[in-house]
């Protein structure tokens, strides 16, 4: 159980487009999923909280223009990054929390990552 | 400064060999998790820790949790090359703005054939 699945795994765009992320819970409901970045042999960094059915919550120095987060089902949250340029380039991670876990230690299960290249 | 911070950040040992990553802090948590991540690869979780002092065994990693709730250990006994990976440590803060988990730096693992 407490799987969550990212599509697409990897993703080279040119300077300028979007590319959007799906970030699935594929057998449990996740009221709340978090988007972080992580750059080469660093450790995670917060992005955004998103909670299903209203606006995410971003992290002091994240763009919420930049980075569109929407969490329109229990079951998927989606990150677009929005005219990428090459500094966007980073590693991308979701997490879902299962709010009917018991016990519940407000645990949060990983997506295995987006690696996002821009040009 | 970092809430969680880690050490050693980079550990290289030989197979065999028995190695602790520590995770400490100055802040209270109400739970605290450790994760294991390979390159191209999402964290994995391996143990959560709630209780003061409590110790979690899971085959050769042992884990303990404060008596305080500031810190937290992971061992590793009898170190095999299948344990290289980046251990990540995080905790949620006691009243932590919708329970947002902290990440301590990483400790990465090398475990030589």
């Known amino acids: 159980g407490a799987v969550v699945s990212q599509h697409p795994s990897w993703v080279i765009c040119k300077s300028g487009t979007s590319v959007k992320i799906e970030c699935r819970s594929l057998d449990f409901q996740a009221t709340t999923m978090f988007w972080y970045r992580q750059f080469p042999k660093q450790s995670l960094m917060l992005m955004a909280t998103s909670n299903e059915g209203s606006k995410a919550t971003y992290e002091q120095g994240v763009e919420k223009d930049k980075f569109l987060i929407n969490h329109a089902s229990l079951t998927l949250s989606t990150l677009t990054v929005t005219s990428a340029h090459p500094e966007d380039s980073s590693f991308y991670i979701c997490?879902?929390?299962?709010?009917?876990?018991?016990?519940?230690?407000?645990?949060?299960?990983f997506g295995p990552g987006t690696r996002l290249t821009v040009l | 400064t970092q809430l969680l911070e880690q050490s050693p950040q980079f550990l290289s040992i030989q197979e065999g060999e028995n190695l602790t990553v520590y995770c400490n802090s100055s802040s209270v948590f109400s739970s605290l998790q450790w994760y294991r991540q390979e390159p191209g690869e999402g964290p994995v979780l391996l143990v959560t820790?709630?209780?003061?002092?409590e110790v979690k065994k899971l085959k050769r990693l042992t884990f303990q949790f404060g008596d305080a709730r500031k810190d937290s250990s992971l061992h590793i006994t009898a170190a095999q090359p299948g344990d290289t990976g980046l251990y990540l440590c995080?905790?949620?803060?006691?009243?932590?703005?919708?329970?947002?988990?902290?990440f301590g730096g990483g400790t990465r693992v090398l475990v030589k054939p």
């Open positions: 820790v709630v209780t003061g002092g």
């Open positions: 995080a905790g949620i803060m006691i009243k932590a703005a919708g329970n947002k988990l902290t």
């Open positions: 997490s879902a929390r299962d709010g009917d876990r018991s016990p519940s230690y407000n645990e949060q299960f």
